[in-house]
């Protein structure tokens, strides 16, 4: 029977502000769970404003694990993932709160975590592993913000960020085919930030294409108001169409959304934030069996009542 | 001897259909499958080649050994070397979940979806079991094993 190891990934990776760093990820088995642990020391100013909501996840402005072309999981905003572990681990990552105006310096700790599976608390879970030992390189990459940016005006920052490996291992004379016996499920995420303009949409008519190919497992949805914080008041309803079949299968009032898939993932209510999972729509199994739709074949909807800006942060994951 | 009650059993028909050489056929594989668990048990390196040397060594000896073979029966014996073979075949090749997964290729079951704006998916609880399914499925089959 494989075996599970956890260890402390050889490279760590620093914080630069607006710079993208890279750093090598260890490649001894299949990685099944990585855990991020950004330590970001925060110098708050003398005075002035609050610092911004989110103001560490603000910080990432993209995140990509790769191995040449194939990438294995990636977001363009920070809140993307943090929001994704927040239903994934019932609302308790790690989160230390940033320094007001006037206090002192404080290390941040942030907790943030790519599981790749579905059952989030067996770290060893060998649904969907990375590959590491069959692949020639691996790779992770942060691109940052800037602290006077993200977090508030006149705060600075540094720090870095440790990465625990969690990976299974064959055992002498076992193959690959013991634990996988029909081959190793394949990741795809795909984030988007999605910008609805100041224009209003009435009844579901602010649609977007869903990925198609695989199959689709979940999609975490951030909503953001004009001035970039999450908002529960822009978006009033939610709902899914299939255009061939002529059909709207699923909609729901968005406040509806937010108590019900908080009851599925038993995590606390959050402000603009869900993770949308597309069994619902299949009534079975992993997810949505998108491996014979075509793009355009199942669209995402929502209406936006109010004329100010308003973007949705998408981050679809998918399984082949 | 066991051959005359395998005989007996083999020829049960129900509507001219075969009903007990599928009895026989479903025991073979069976005992096939459990021959193979118990060298796998005993020598686990040998890993999936645990279920090839055992089911093949049982088709062997149930054609190839005078003493089983007259214990067994004709029918017997013939059977018991296809449940053994079958335990070889199984132990290296998912043959059923390639099969099934192109029959379900070929003819996927439609979902049936009301129409409304209050509507859900409902009914064909899908038939149709997606790659990605079967693969899942085996990989949590192999984790209980």
Redesign the interface.
Known sequence: MAKGFTYKNTDSIAYTENTTVTADLDRTGYLTQLDFLFKITVTPPASGDEPNEDAIARLIKGFRIYSGATTYFTIDDGRQWYYLNYFQYKGRMQATTVPSPGGDATTCYYLLRVHLGDRFYDRYD??VPIPARELAELNVQITWGDAASDIGTGYSASGSVDITNHEIALE????R?????????SPRVEPKTWDLGTQSYTNLSAENDVPVG??LVYTGIVILNSSGNRSDSDITEMGVK?PK???????MDWIAVKAATGADFDAPLVTGATLFPWRW??????GM?M??MLPGDVKLRFTKPGVTDADILLLHYL?? | MLGNVIDRVAGVRVFDVPIGKALLILTSIGVGKGVSDIVYSKWP?A??YAGLIAGGGLAVACKKIGAVRRFLGETGAETLAIGGASAAILSLY?VQ?WVESKLAGIA?AT?V??????????GA??E?L???????S??????IS
């Open positions: 060998p649904l002498p004379g076992e193959t085919a013991d634990i996988w016996p029909n081959g190793i499920l695989d199959t299939l079949t002529r059909t709207e299968p699923w909609k729509i299949s009534g079975k199994g992993m069996d491996s014979a399984v082949g | 390196t890993g999936r998912d979940g996927p979902p979806v009301t129409a409304g704006a209050t509507s859900r998916t409902v609880p899908q149709y997606s790659d990605v399914e079967r693969k899942a085996s990989i949590r089959r192999a984790a």
